[in-house]
């Protein structure tokens, strides 16, 4: 079946550094792959999305390459800054299985200045 | 509506007891999900509505759970006899189709004492 693997968290980190999120999925079809993020005390959003191998989703300087080989879509950012302190679930829909968007466990960003 | 509704906001129970929850989809959207969210476990998927066609009931954890959507609009999610483990947030989301994105409800705080 589809499934979703990422890093566990937290991560900590100061304001300015890089940013990775590891992100696997495993599909036994040609799946969407999104980045969504719950910021405290706010319900969750899309943060970004690819449809297909090779696109590469970006968004408030957050970016993720759809990688079909290492079946994989990490999410990276040059420079964190305090405001990106959130839970980000990456997730993925098998739209031709019909399948519902089925979401990692989420990896918890703690940001400080 | 302006964005999901989900209903209420809180809800406070004893073991034993059945417990209804609310979603009001935005208008238009044909998709409907259920997921629940617990410290540890992530987001987790229950059901998913997509149209007319019958609901995937893969992620429901027991026969205690249940799902109806009515009019292809609002859904009531009913947990029965609840236990102490059931305790999470239930989260409500919506979309156009499997290819577009979620919006999320606030979702239900659901506490069994």
């Known amino acids: 079946g589809n499934s979703v693997t990422q890093m566990e968290g937290p991560v900590t980190l100061s304001e300015e550094a890089f940013l990775t999120i590891n992100c696997t999925y495993t599909a036994t079809g040609y799946p969407s792959l999104f980045w969504y993020v719950q910021y405290p005390g706010e319900g969750l959003q899309l943060l970004l999305k690819?449809?297909?191998?090779?696109d590469k989703g970006s968004n408030k300087g957050f970016e993720a390459t759809y990688r079909k080989e290492t079946t994989s879509f990490h999410l990276e950012k040059g420079s964190v800054q305090v405001s990106d302190s959130a839970v980000y679930f990456c997730?993925?829909?098998?739209?031709?299985?019909?399948?519902?968007?089925?979401f990692g466990k989420g990896t918890t960003l703690s940001v400080s200045s | 509506g302006a964005g999901v509704s989900q209903s209420p906001s809180n809800k406070v129970t004893e073991k034993g007891k059945d417990v209804e929850l609310r979603c009001d989809p935005i208008?238009?959207?044909?998709?409907l999900y259920w997921y629940r969210q617990s410290l540890g476990q992530g987001l987790e998927f229950l059901i998913y509505f997509q149209g007319n066609s019958a609901p995937d009931k893969s992620g429901l954890p027991s026969d205690r759970f249940s799902a109806e959507r009515t009019g292809g609009s609002v859904s009531t999610l009913t947990i029965q006899r609840t236990q102490q483990e059931d305790s999470a947030v239930y989260l409500c989301a919506s979309s156009l189709d499997t290819l577009t994105k979620l919006f999320f409800g606030s979702g239900t705080q659901l506490s069994v004492l």
């Open positions: 208008s238009g959207h044909t998709a």
């Open positions: 690819a449809t297909k191998a090779d």
């Open positions: 997730a993925l829909s098998d739209s031709q299985a019909g399948t519902a968007l089925i």
